[in-house]
C-alpha cells in the first residue's frame, strides 16, 4: 500500500495554519530516542547516526585545521618571523593543508548531509551498505588518529602536496605516518563514493526517474564519480611516497634518474578533481536552497544537472594546469590550459542559473538563503580568478603566490564552507527536529561573509605583487594588507564560532520543527523531523518532477 | 549478511533470511552488491594504474636499463606462475558455479583448491625475492648492478626498475595475501552450509576479487617478464 | 609597521608590460561579469522578495536560448583569454637568440649565479639593462623556483636536468628575487635581489668584480685536470668524438638518431656517458658523477662552448635535457632525522 | 552472477584460451619484432584480461551497469596515462613555434 505523492496532495490535507513553529505532538520514536547508550552511536548501521558521527568528526577537525589558520595569520601580522621559528611555521601552513583539505572540505558536505540526506530524497530506507557506510566512519577516525599522532609527535613539514624530493629525501617529520594517514582517510571517501553510486542508482523510489531527482542528489552523484576514480590514484601516490622513505624504492628520486614531475602528475591527477569533491556538493545544497526560497523549481534543471556531472568529467583532464612552471613540456601547458578553461564553462552556467531561479520567484531572505546568495557571490569571484590562473602567461608570474591562496580560498572558504554551513541550517529542523535561532543565525552569516572578504580579499593583491606562498617572513612592503587579512581572519574565526554556539543549543532549546518548516519539496521533507529509523511508514512513490512549487490557481485541490 | 528482524509485517517473498531490511527483494539485492563490487574493482584498476603510468614513463625513458634489468628475472618461475595463477581463476570459477548449484561439498573443495595455487604462487615469488635479496638486487644502498653488465650510469635506472618491479609485485603479493583468508572464510561459511542457490553473493564478490588479481598478474608478466627476451 | 603601501609590481621587463596587459584585460572581464552577477542578484532578490507566506510563483522551467547565449558568449571571452594567454607564454618561451648567458643553480636555500666571464655571486644577480639575459637553471637538492616579480617571471628549478628561461630588463633598479617553490625550513630565507645597471656601470662591475677566471677558462683547467684531453684530442685520434666546433651543432647518434649538441645534451653527455653515444663510438667513458660538482660542469660546458660552433647560445634555446640525467648530490646530506 | 549459470565446459575452454595465450605471449617475447614486441605482448594481455572478465566474471552475462563501471575504469586509466605521457612525449621538442 503506498501512498500518491502527487501535485497539490501530500498526505493529509495540510491544515492552512501558517508555518509558526507550532507545538510538534508528543516526541514519538524517531532515529534518536529510538535508542540510547554509547552501543547504539558507536556500531550502528543508519545512515542518519553514522552522518552526526561524521558531524561530529568533521567538526572537531575544522577546529583543528582553524586553530592553525590563526597562527599562521598571527605570525604574518609581522613581516619578520618572530611568533615562532620557520620550522614550526612550515609545520603549521602543512598541518592547515591536510587537516582541512583531507579531512573538512573532502568529506564534510558528502559525509554529513550526503549521507543522511540522500536515502531520504530518493525514498530509500538506507544506503546499499550500510555496514560500510559504518566502516567508511571508522576508517576516517583512524586516519585522523594518524594525523593527530603526527601533530602531538612533532608535525609534518612537506606542504599538504608531500612534493618530491623534499619528501621522499630531505624532510626528516612525519612524512610517512601523515602519508598513511591521508592514505587511510582516502578509503572512507572511497567506500562513501561507492555507496553513494550504487544507490542512486539501485535504489531510488518507484516513480522517481533520473530528472526528478533533487539537483542535491545529481551533484552527489558527481562527486561520488570523482570519489571513486581519483581517491585511489592518490593513494598509490602517497605510498610510493612512504615506500622511497622507508624501502628506498626511489622512485621519485632525481639521484637514480627518477623525475619529481612525474609525481606532481600522479598528486594533482587526484587534487585537481578533489576540489571538485569540495565544491559541487556545496553547488546540490545551494540548488536546493535557492530553488526553496525563491519557491520556484531550478531554471534550467536539466542543464544544471548536466554541468555536474561535466565538472566530474573534465575536471580529470585538467590537473596539468598546477605545473604550467614546473619543468612540464610547453605543449602539454598549452593542452591543459586550453581544458581548464572549458571546465569554467559549467560552472558559469550553473552561476547564470541560480540567478535566473531568482527572477519572478518568491525570494524569502532566511539563513540557507543567505548562504547560498554569499555562495553565488563568493563562488564568482574565485570562479573568475581562477580564469587567470588559466591563463597561461599570467599563471607564470601568479602561481605559487598569495594570488593562488586566494584564489583557492574564495573557492573552498567562499564556496564550499559557505555551502556547507547553508546545508547545516537548511536541514538543521529535519536533522534534529529543532529550529535555530533565525536572527542570530544571520548575524552570523553576514559576519562570516565580511570577515571572509577582508581576510582574503587583500592577498589577490599581495598575490601580484609577488609576495610567494608558504612565506615565514616577508618583505617590509607587504605588511599593511597582511594586517589587513589577519584582522578579516579574527571575524571570520568569529563568523564560524556564533553557530557552533547557537545550533547546540538549539538541540536543547530550540524550538520544535514541523516536518516541513520551509515548505519545501522533496521527499526529505514529506516524513518528520527528525525522521523514523526506517525513515518513510510507507514506500513513498514519486509522480511529479522535482521543486513542483505548483501555484495557486493549478493547485488540483483532491 | 546477517537477517534482521523485520518489524514490519512485509509480504512473504521478503522473508528470506538473508534479505537486509532496506531491499526489496534478493535479485535487487545482490545485483547492488555486484555493482557496488565492480565500483570497488575499478578503483583497484586506477590503485595499480598509478604505478602501471610510473612504469610506462621510466621503461620509455630508460629502456637499455629496463631490457637489461628485466633479463635478470627468472622466466620460467614467472610463466609458471602465470600458469598457477590461472588454474586458481579456473578454480575458483568453479567454486563459484558449484555454490550457485548448492553443491555444498564441491564448492568447499574448489575454494580450498584456490587457496592452494594461490599459496603456490605465493611460494614462487617468496623464491624469487629471496634470489634478488642474494644478488644484491633490491634498492637501497647495498643495490649492486654488476651482474646486468650494466656500466656506471645506467645502474641507477635499473634501481628504479626493481624499485618499480618490488612496489607491483609486492602490492599484487599483498593483495593475494589479503585475498586468501578471505576465501578460506568463505570456504568456511559455505562448509557450514551459510549459501543456497538463491543467496551466495558472497562467493560471487570473492570470486570477482581473486579474478581481479589475477588480471593484474597477467599485465604484470608480460611488462615485467618479457621485454629483451629477444636478441 | 611598514608605511608605503605598494598595490602593482614595477612592470621593469619587455614580458611584464604584455603580462600587465593580460591581466587588467582579466580584471575588466572579472569586474563586469561579477558587477552584473552581483546586480542581478541583489535586484531579483529584493523586486521578488516574499510578500506573503502563501505566495506561489509561477514555475519557470528554463529557456534553450538564454542557456545557449551564456555557453557561448563565456566560451567565446575563455577562449580569447587562453589564447592571448597561450601567445605570452610561448613569447616567455622563446630564447632571443643572442642573449647574455647566465648559470643558476639553487641549492637549500641560497641562490648561486655565475657570468660566463667567472663572476660568481651568491642570492645576488647584476645583469645590464636591455640585454636579454638567459637562464640556464638547475637544482642540487629539492624543487626551487627562480621568481622575480618585477621581471613577471618565474620557473620551477628541477633536481637533475636543466630549465631555461630569459627576461630582458627594461629598468635599472634593484628589484626581489624569491624562492617561490616550498623547499623546507628557511624558503622564505632564500631571497635575493636582481640588480639591473646601465651597461657601462655593469662593465666596470664586471671588471671590478672578483677577477676570478672566466668560466671558459675555469673549465679548460678542469678539461686537463680531469684528463678529458686524452681521449678528446684536437686532432679526432682520439678515443673520444673531436670537441672542436662542436656546440650548438646536431650530433648524429649510434642509434641514428640526430640531436643538437646544447648544454643540456654536453653536461648529460659528462654526467650519463653511455646515454646517448655519437655514431662511431664505443662506451668507454666513464661517468664523472659525484666527481664533478654543479660549478665544474657549468664551466666544463661553458669551455667546450668556447671552443668553437657558432655564438654564445646556439639557436634553437636548450629545452631541457631529454633524459633527466643526474645533478650530483654534491654535499646535500641525506638528512634522516629522527621522525621517517 | 545474475541467474545465468554458466556451463563448466565454457570455464575450461577459456582456462584453455588462457594457457594457450600464455605460451604465445612467452614464445612472441623471445622472437624479435623489433617494434612490435610491446604492442603484441599488450594485446594479448588485453586479449587474456578480457577472456576473464566476460567468462570468469560474468560480464558477459551481467547487467549494462556493470559494463558501463569496467568500461569507465579502463577510460580513466588511459586517461591518467595519455595525459602524462603527453607531457613527457612533447618535452623534447626543440624549440618552441616561432623560433
Not at chain 1, 253 to 274: E, I
Not at chain 2, 93 to 119: D, E, I, K, Y
Request: charged share 10%; proline share 6%; aromatic share 12%.
Amino acid at each position: 500500500m503506498t501512498t500518491q505523492i502527487g501535485p497539490g496532495e501530500s498526505g493529509p490535507p495540510r491544515p492552512p495554519v501558517p508555518p509558526a513553529p507550532a507545538e510538534a505532538p508528543p516526541p514519538r520514536v524517531n532515529y534518536l530516542n529510538v535508542a540510547y547508550g554509547v552501543k547504539s552511536w558507536l556500531l550502528t548501521t543508519d545512515h542518519k547516526r553514522i552522518a552526526l558521527l561524521y558531524l561530529a568528526g568533521v567538526t572537531l577537525m575544522f577546529f583543528l585545521g582553524g586553530a592553525f589558520a590563526v597562527l599562521i595569520r598571527l605570525e604574518l601580522v609581522t613581516p619578520a618571523g618572530d611568533l615562532v621559528q620557520s620550522e614550526t611555521y612550515n609545520k603549521l601552513f602543512t598541518m592547515h593543508g591536510i587537516i582541512m583539505v583531507f579531512f573538512f572540505l573532502i568529506p564534510s558536505i558528502p559525509a554529513v548531509l550526503g549521507n543522511f540526506l540522500i536515502p531520504l530524497m530518493i525514498g530509500a530506507r538506507d544506503l546499499a551498505f550500510p555496514r560500510l557506510n559504518l566502516a567508511s566512519w571508522y576508517i576516517y577516525m583512524i586516519g585522523a588518529a594518524f594525523t593527530i599522532f603526527v601533530l602531538v609527535s612533532g608535525g609534518v613539514d612537506t606542504g599538504w602536496t608531500f612534493y618530491t624530493p623534499y619528501s621522499t629525501t630531505y624532510s626528516n617529520t612525519h612524512v610517512v605516518a601523515a602519508g598513511l594517514g591521508v592514505f587511510i582517510t582516502g578509503f572512507s571517501s572511497i567506500l562513501t563514493g561507492l555507496n553513494f553510486i550504487v544507490t542512486i542508482h539501485r535504489m531510488r523510489a518507484p516513480g522517481l526517474t533520473w530528472f526528478r531527482l533533487p539537483l542535491f542528489v545529481w551533484a552527489h552523484y558527481a562527486t561520488s564519480l570523482i570519489m571513486v576514480l581519483g581517491t585511489p590514484v592518490i593513494a598509490i601516490t602517497l605510498l610510493t611516497v612512504v615506500l622511497e622513505r622507508t624501502l628506498h624504492l626511489g622512485i621519485y628520486d632525481p639521484r637514480l634518474g627518477g623525475d619529481p614531475v612525474l609525481f606532481q602528475h600522479l598528486f594533482w591527477f587526484y587534487s585537481h578533481p578533489a576540489v571538485y569533491i569540495m565544491i559541487l556538493p556545496a553547488m546540490g545544497v545551494v540548488s536546493e536552497v535557492v530553488a526553496c526560497f525563491s519557491r520556484k523549481r531550478i531554471f534550467g534543471y536539466e542543464v544544471v544537472a548536466m554541468s555536474s556531472l561535466a565538472i566530474a568529467v573534465i575536471g580529470f583532464l585538467v590537473w596539468g594546469h598546477h605545473m604550467f612552471i614546473s619543468g612540464q613540456s610547453t605543449y602539454a601547458g598549452l593542452v591543459f590550459s586550453f581544458l581548464s578553461f572549458l571546465v569554467a564553462i559549467p560552472s558559469a552556467i550553473k552561476v547564470f542559473n541560480w540567478t535566473s531561479t531568482l527572477y519572478k520567484g518568491s525570494v524569502s531572505y532566511d539563513t540557507p538563503m543567505l548562504y547560498a546568495i554569499g555562495f553565488v557571490g563568493l563562488f564568482t569571484i574565485g570562479g573568475l580568478t581562477g580564469l587567470f590562473l588559466a591563463a597561461l602567461g599570467l599563471d607564470v608570474h601568479v602561481t605559487d603566490t598569495y594570488f593562488v591562496v586566494a584564489h583557492f580560498h574564495y573557492i573552498m572558504v567562499g564556496g564550499a564552507i559557505m555551502g556547507y554551513l547553508g546545508g547545516i541550517h537548511f536541514w538543521w529542523p529535519k536533522i534534529t527536529g529543532r529550529l535555530y535561532p533565525e536572527m542570530w543565525a544571520r548575524v552570523a552569516a553576514v559576519i562570516v561573509f565580511a570577515g571572509f572578504n577582508l581576510t582574503f580579499f587583500p592577498q589577490f593583491i599581495l598575490g601580484y605583487l609577488g609576495m610567494p606562498r608558504r612565506y615565514h617572513a616577508y618583505p617590509e612592503e607587504f605588511q599593511v594588507l597582511n594586517v589587513m587579512s589577519s584582522a578579516g581572519a579574527s571575524i571570520l574565526g568569529l563568523g564560524y564560532l556564533l553557530p557552533m554556539i547557537y545550533l547546540v543549543w538549539s538541540m536543547r532549546y530550540g524550538p520544535r520543527a514541523s516536518a516541513n518548516p520551509w515548505q519545501a519539496k522533496g521527499l526529505e521533507w514529506q516524513t518528520a523531523s527528525p525522521p523514523i529509523t526506517e525513515n518513510f511508514e510507507r514506500q513513498p512513490v514519486v509522480s511529479e518532477e522535482a521543486y513542483a512549487y505548483a501555484p495557486e490557481e493549478e493547485a488540483r485541490v483532491v | 549478511m546477517s537477517s534482521v528482524a523485520d518489524a514490519h509485517g512485509r509480504d512473504a517473498d521478503r522473508h528470506h533470511p538473508d534479505l537486509v531490511h532496506h531491499f526489496e527483494s534478493l535479485p535487487a539485492q545482490k545485483e547492488a552488491a555486484t555493482f557496488g563490487m565492480w565500483v570497488f574493482l575499478v578503483t583497484e584498476v586506477m590503485f595499480f594504474g598509478g604505478l602501471f603510468l610510473a612504469y610506462t614513463i621510466y621503461r620509455n625513458l630508460y629502456f637499455h636499463a629496463f631490457v637489461q634489468s628485466s633479463r635478470h628475472l627468472n622466466l620460467t618461475l614467472g610463466a609458471v606462475n602465470t600458469a598457477v595463477l590461472i588454474c586458481s581463476s579456473l578454480t575458483m570459477a568453479m567454486g563459484v558455479h558449484s555454490s550457485a548449484l548448492g553443491r555444498r561439498r564441491a564448492t568447499v573443495a574448489w575454494l580450498l583448491l584456490t587457496v592452494a595455487l594461490g599459496s603456490v604462487f605465493l611460494g614462487i615469488k617468496a623464491v624469487e625475492y629471496k634470489d634478488k635479496f642474494d644478488h644484491h638486487l633490491v634498492p637501497g644502498e647495498r643495490f649492486q648492478a654488476e651482474e646486468l653488465h650494466l656500466e656506471g650510469e645506467e645502474s641507477r635506472p635499473a634501481q628504479i626498475f626493481y624499485a618499480l618491479y618490488f612496489a607491483m609485485t609486492g602490492l599484487h603479493a599483498t593483495h593475494m595475501v589479503i585475498g586468501i583468508p578471505i576465501i578460506l572464510f568463505i570456504a568456511w561459511m559455505a562448509h557450514r552450509g551459510r549459501f543456497s542457490p538463491e543467496y551466495h553473493t558472497p562467493v560471487e564478490l570473492t570470486g570477482l576479487y581473486w579474478h581481479f588479481v589475477d588480471i593484474i598478474w597477467i599485465f604484470l608478466f608480460p611488462l615485467l617478464y618479457l621485454i629483451g627476451r629477444h636478441h | 609597521m611598514g608605511t608605503e603601501l605598494p598595490l602593482f609590481p614595477v612592470p621593469a621587463s619587455t614580458m611584464a608590460g604584455r603580462v600587465d596587459a593580460l591581466y587588467l584585460f582579466l580584471i575588466l572581464v572579472s569586474v563586469f561579469f561579477g558587477v552584473l552577477i552581483a546586480t542581478l542578484v541583489v535586484s531579483f532578490a529584493i523586486r521578488f522578495r516574499r510578500r506573503s507566506p502563501d505566495e506561489r510563483p509561477r514555475p519557470i522551467h528554463g529557456s534553450t536560448v538564454l542557456e545557449l547565449t551564456w555557453t557561448l558568449i563565456p566560451l567565446g571571452i575563455v577562449m580569447v583569454i587562453f589564447l592571448w594567454g597561450a601567445e605570452v607564454f610561448f613569447a616567455m618561451a622563446r630564447v632571443p637568440p643572442a642573449s647574455m648567458d647566465i648559470y643558476v643553480v639553487g641549492k637549500r636555500w641560497m641562490w648561486k649565479t655565475q657570468h660566463m666571464t667567472g663572476q660568481r655571486e651568491i642570492n645576488e644577480l647584476h645583469v645590464p639593462v636591455g640585454v636579454p639575459v638567459k637562464l640556464t637553471l638547475t637544482s642540487e637538492d629539492v624543487i626551487h623556483s627562480f621568481f622575480v616579480p618585477a621581471f613577471r617571471m618565474k620557473k620551477d628549478v628541477v633536481p637533475g636536468r636543466y630549465v631555461t628561461t630569459w627576461f630582458q630588463a627594461t629598468r635599472t633598479g634593484t628589484y626581489h628575487l624569491f624562492c617561490a617553490e616550498y623547499c623546507g625550513t628557511k624558503h622564505s630565507g632564500m631571497i635575493g635581489t636582481v640588480t639591473v645597471m646601465e651597461p657601462a656601470a655593469f662593465q666596470t662591475w664586471l671588471a671590478g668584480g672578483a677577477t676570478g677566471t672566466s668560466l671558459a677558462a675555469a673549465g679548460e683547467r678542469l678539461f686537463q685536470d680531469l684528463a678529458c684531453i686524452t681521449c678528446h684530442r684536437a686532432d679526432s685520434e682520439g678515443r673520444g668524438p673531436k670537441l672542436e666546433g662542436v656546440f650548438g651543432h646536431p650530433v648524429t647518434l649510434a642509434s641514428g638518431e640526430r640531436v643538437t649538441a646544447d648544454e643540456a645534451y654536453i653536461r648529460e653527455s659528462i654526467v650519463n656517458p653511455a646515454a646517448r653515444i655519437v655514431a662511431g663510438f664505443q662506451p668507454v667513458m666513464p661517468t664523472y658523477q659525484g666527481l664533478v660538482s654543479e660549478e665544474s660542469l657549468m664551466q666544463l660546458v661553458a669551455y667546450i662552448q668556447s671552443l668553437g660552433g657558432p655564438a654564445t647560445a646556439g639557436p634553437g634555446a636548450a629545452l631541457a635535457s631529454p633524459a633527466p640525467a643526474i645533478a650530483s648530490p654534491a654535499a646535500a646530506p641525506r638528512s634522516r632525522g629522527q621522525g621517517r | 552472477m545474475s541467474e545465468h549459470i554458466v556451463s563448466p565446459g565454457v570455464y575450461v575452454a577459456v582456462f584453455v584460451a588462457l594457457m594457450v595465450l600464455t605460451a604465445g605471449t612467452v614464445f612472441a617475447a623471445t622472437v624479435d619484432l623489433g617494434m612490435w614486441n610491446t604492442p603484441v605482448a599488450l594485446l594479448i594481455a588485453v586479449t587474456k584480461a578480457a577472456l576473464v572478465v566476460l567468462f570468469f566474471m560474468h560480464v558477459k552475462y551481467s547487467s549494462r551497469l556493470v559494463a558501463l563501471a569496467v568500461g569507465g575504469g579502463i577510460l580513466w586509466l588511459l586517461t591518467l596515462i595519455a595525459g602524462v605521457a603527453a607531457d613527457y612525449l612533447t618535452r623534447n621538442w626543440v624549440g618552441t613555434p616561432g623560433t
